[in-house]
């Protein structure tokens, strides 16, 4: 008695654990429903904040250049404004000169002078240019900034009207699917349905039966597989896709069906009642023949006494 009473708690565990994996599936499935209903928005006000923040460093970069571009043309025109200065300072020195080597050290400082003052000149040309185009870009920058915030903008209200009208029905799957997994208690399993429904492309760990087949990958499911998997004594993995195989039954709630272990009776006792109704046809089939000959081996009798 007490060997029999252990191994009923031992299925009675099994099949609670089974139900209780089946509604975490349920219940996360429900959760990427919800996911799926958000879309793409998401990733896109992702994407959109990603290229604000860039275009937001590229902008900095520039006005930075900008900066330093703004800085370098001032230095160049001082450099400038002081070569002309040394230029007219060496000029007038030229109408005093004594000797010829004053006359050509003037001469060639003079020229060298001028020669700075033009590359100077060429340098604030370039350095104006550029600068231009600096601003061009900073003007550009700016403007695509402003159309992506409103894009944003737009993108995050949409992505607030969808969370506001799901955001209570996650919460309480999530907290639903916490419950399930503490009730669990089994690590492995738990470990093993996380790993199967990170690695399905649907998002599916635990299937039923569909069809006399895996629920999953739709490969057909032996007879006397499908009677294992409906008594639930075991946790049985589909030999192709490597998916947890329940019964369909597990997948209702608690209150669109009956408990675990009445189930799997009814089902048991299904299967005797069309055993029993079989025997009972044969039985009468055999007593119908037997009466037909009975019937007509006396009728001879009776015409010889007769006789």
Do not use: W
């Amino acid at each position: 008695m007490i060997e029999k009473k252990t191994q009923n708690e031992e299925e009675i565990t099994v099949k609670e654990k089974l139900y209780a994996i089946t509604q975490l599936q349920k219940a996360l499935s429900d959760i990427d429903k919800i996911r799926i209903l958000r879309g793409e928005l998401p990733l896109e006000v992702q994407d959109i904040e990603d290229d604000i923040k860039g275009t937001q460093t590229r902008l900095d970069n520039i006005s930075a250049a900008a900066k330093a571009l703004t800085h370098s043309i001032t230095s160049e025109k001082h450099k400038v404004a002081n070569t002309k200065d040394l230029l007219d300072k060496y000029r007038r020195q030229l109408d005093h000169v004594r000797n010829n080597r004053e006359y050509d050290n003037l001469s060639k400082e003079i020229e060298y002078q001028d020669l700075e003052c033009q590359l100077s000149e060429k340098k604030i040309r370039e350095y104006t240019e550029e600068l231009a185009r600096r601003k061009d870009e900073i003007a550009q920058l700016k403007e695509k900034i402003e159309l992506r915030q409103g894009d944003l903008a737009q993108k995050e209200s949409e992505l607030g009207c969808i969370i506001k009208e799901t955001q209570g029905e996650e919460e309480r799957l999530q907290e639903r699917a916490q419950v399930l997994e503490e009730k669990i208690k089994d690590k492995r399993l738990l470990a093993g349905f996380h790993r199967i429904r990170n690695a399905s492309h649907n998002g599916l760990a635990v299937v039923p039966i569909d069809r006399d087949a895996c629920g999953g990958c739709f490969n057909r499911i032996p007879p006397q597989r499908q009677l294992e998997i409906r008594i639930a004594k075991k946790v049985i993995i589909c030999e192709y896709c490597g998916r947890i195989i329940v019964d369909p039954d597990f997948f209702l709630d608690e209150d669109e069906k009956k408990p675990v272990d009445e189930t799997s009776q009814t089902a048991l006792t299904d299967d005797q009642a069309t055993k029993k109704k079989a025997s009972v046809k044969r039985a009468m089939e055999t007593k119908s023949t037997t009466t037909k000959d009975k019937g007509g081996t006396e009728a001879p009798k009776e015409t010889e006494s007769e006789k």
